[in-house]
Structure formats: structure tokens, C-alpha cells
């Protein structure tokens, strides 16, 4: 046999042989793909123990000063809301005067 064809058939074979690792490769994704409840939750949970792992998480100090800035806010909108409110009652009740 030349060289050639002997090429010819080696590379046929490697061919065939990565075809086959292919399927390979496909099936088993597959088969990951339908693995059992459990299987599914408990890798669930080990995703979700890495990703807390990786989350920076602030300290006390941060905490608390963002609590005091939100709770800030909430009660200066809930005065100016309240303010508001009770001035627009004060000039409907006038406004209610002036009609009769």
C-alpha cells in the first residue's frame, strides 16, 4: 500500500473515531439533562452555598448607617406628604366656605 492510501485510511479512522466521541459527549449531556429530582435540588443547593460564598456582604457599620438614611427619608417624605395633605384639606374646607 503508498503512503497515501495508508493516510487516506488513517485519517477515515480518526473520523469515525471523533464522530463516536461526539455522540458520546451528546448522550451524556443529554442523560444530564434528565437527572432525578433530587439530584437536580441538591446541585440547586450547591450553586446557591458557592454563590453566597462569593457575595460581599457589608459590614455593621454599612448597615446601620444605610438603615439610618432610609429610615431618614421615609419619615421627611411622610412629614411633606402629611403637610401637604393637611394643606390641601385647609383649602378645600375654604374653598367649601366661599361656595355657600
Known amino acids: 500500500?503508498?503512503?497515501?492510501?495508508?493516510?487516506?485510511?488513517?485519517?477515515e479512522k480518526e473520523e469515525k473515531k471523533a464522530?463516536?466521541?461526539?455522540?458520546?459527549?451528546?448522550?451524556?449531556?443529554?442523560?444530564?439533562?434528565?437527572?432525578?429530582?433530587?439530584?437536580?435540588?441538591a446541585n440547586w443547593f450547591k450553586d446557591l452555598k458557592r454563590e453566597f460564598k462569593r457575595v460581599s456582604w457589608p459590614t455593621k457599620k454599612t448597615v446601620f448607617n444605610n438603615t439610618v438614611v432610609v429610615m431618614s427619608v421615609v419619615i421627611l417624605g411622610s412629614v411633606i406628604i402629611g403637610l401637604l395633605d393637611t394643606g390641601l384639606i385647609n383649602l378645600m374646607g375654604y374653598l367649601m366656605k366661599l361656595s355657600q
Open 19 to 41: 464522530k463516536k466521541a461526539d455522540s458520546k459527549k451528546s448522550k451524556k449531556s443529554d442523560k444530564d439533562g434528565k437527572k432525578n429530582i433530587f439530584a437536580r435540588i
Open 1 to 11: 500500500m503508498s503512503d497515501s492510501k495508508k493516510n487516506a485510511e488513517l485519517s
